[in-house]
């Protein structure tokens, strides 16, 4: 590490949080107020805890937020970003196998690249934040060679397009809870405590038409077919990446008779998760809870990366 980083203030994490929305906001402000800069992990040997484009912003000051590891590394990346704001140089450091850190092991034995780029401002950052917040995919372009952090076309995923990192960001995933009993309430405090974008209402598709997008999961808790017709029809005529309803195999087979009879195709019947959530049955709301923003996770993860 550079002479430098012993004259500077100690790394204090301030922000537990892996949320990019998060991280990229206490990027850009500290930007804006004093000097930052963005580490990214752009290579990964063997296993890790954390995906291509995972970030930790760090501020001139030492406080720093997110993750590029399990939480063993943080602290060195936060140093090493220190002293890159006070060179004024971007930098790539490894760590774990095939680090020259000795010291800094890798509880998965894998080892990882990080590229600090030291900000130079906030506005593609902010432009970044405005395009999640109109729920739209965005995307940052990092050049090594350039030492340039822009805004860059949208990708399938993150990692290294020729000579330039490309991280992407999806919207944060929104779940449409159409019910009004206590299995939606549970839902609902679970998805919130998650950190999703939570709609919670009852059996009219009024609300929620221009609401649910690619990003969006839609939750169906009736406990009678006919009061979930509404919402269901609103969301197979959506792009939402997950459909659940509640009910049994049995009450499912009546649904697809039902809404065979409205004319949906096959392929529109299929999308329908049900009975709804990752395991079952369940037989408290709690439980069913667990289940559903479960079999959402892994549905968002298969879709989306």
């Known amino acids: 590490m550079d002479k430098v ?3 500077l203030p100690s790394p204090v994490r301030s922000i537990a949080t892996d949320d990019p929305e998060e991280i990229l906001s206490f990027a850009a402000d500290a930007a804006d107020n004093g000097g930052a800069a963005l580490a990214t992990l752009v290579e990964i040997r063997g296993g890790a805890a954390r995906a291509l484009g995972s970030h930790v912003a760090v501020s001139s000051d030492g406080r720093y937020c997110g993750y ?3 939480g063993c590394v943080e602290a060195a990346v936060a140093a090493e ?4 704001i006070v060179e004024g140089r971007d930098r790539m450091v490894k760590y774990g196998d095939g680090s020259p850190f000795f010291d800094i092991v890798l509880p998965c034995g894998g080892g990882i690249t990080v590229a600090i780029h030291v900000l130079q401002g906030g506005s593609a950052i902010r432009s970044t934040i405005e395009s999640l917040w109109q729920r739209r995919t965005a995307a940052l372009r990092y050049s090594p060679d350039r030492r340039r952090l822009e805004i860059g076309a949208v990708a399938a995923r993150s990692g290294w397009h020729c000579r330039e990192f490309i991280t992407l960001y999806r919207p944060r995933t929104r779940i449409v809870i159409s019910g009004n009993n206590l ?3 549970a839902v609902a405090v679970v998805a919130e405590v998650s950190g999703y974008d939570v709609v919670l209402q009852g059996p009219t598709a009024r609300a929620i038409k221009g609401v649910i997008d690619e990003a969006t999961a ?3 808790l009736h406990h009678d077919l006919d009061a979930e017709d509404v919402v269901l029809s609103t969301a197979l005529q959506s792009p939402a990446f997950y459909i659940g309803a509640l009910g049994s195999t049995r009450t499912h087979k009546l649904r697809e008779e039902r809404l065979h009879s409205m004319g949906w195709s096959t392929a529109d019947i299929d999308r329908i998760k049900a009975p709804i959530g990752f395991f079952g ?3 408290d709301a709690h439980s069913l809870a667990l289940s559903v923003l479960a079999d959402v996770a892994a549905a968002r993860l298969a879709v989306h990366g």
Do not use: D
């Not at 970003?81 to 890159?84: D, F, K, Q, S, V």
């Open 183 to 185: 299995e939606a309430q």
């Open 218 to 220: 839609v939750v169906l």
């Open 68 to 70: 590029v590891s399990g």
């Open 5 to 7: 980083a012993f004259a």
């Open 81 to 84: 970003a220190m002293a890159a």
């Open 281 to 283: 049955p369940t037989r």
